[in-house]
């Protein structure tokens, strides 16, 4: 069974950094598409930031501040998010898109973690 797990949120002032992480664990085969998405209260969750092994995509509020990466050999995505505002306050979701010898190619989410901006 594929698990996504995210670690690295937490409370920083306006100005800030945080870096999240998020490990895929399981009988794993290949992953795709790797990316972070947020969800703050009240509004629909939203795409970040994605990468895939040739590109990366950025929501265009967070381009020139957020960067995403990826190391295959772990299976791991990151996130390296400066600059942050109170705005990008909000739950961030790890997905990827990953495929299992059993089940084929299939989307998988985290848990979320909190990030959280003060002014």
């Known amino acids: 069974q594929v698990q996504l797990v995210e670690s690295g949120g937490g409370l920083v002032q306006a100005g800030g950094s945080l870096r999240l992480s998020c490990a895929a664990s399981?009988?794993?085969?290949?992953?795709?598409?790797m990316g972070w998405y947020r969800q703050a209260p009240g509004k629909q969750r939203e795409l970040v930031a994605a990468?895939?092994?040739?590109?990366?995509n950025y929501n265009d509020s967070v381009k020139g501040r957020f960067t995403i990466s990826r190391d295959n050999a772990k299976n791991t995505v990151y996130l390296q998010m400066n600059s942050l505002k109170p705005e990008d306050t909000a739950v961030y979701y790890c997905?990827?898109?990953?495929?299992?010898?059993?089940?084929?190619?299939?989307?998988?989410w985290g848990q979320g973690t909190q990030v959280t901006v003060s002014s």
């Open positions: 997905n990827a898109r990953i495929m299992t010898m059993a089940s084929g190619f299939g989307d998988y």
């Open positions: 399981g009988i794993i085969f290949s992953i795709n598409n």
């Open positions: 990468i895939t092994s040739a590109d990366t």
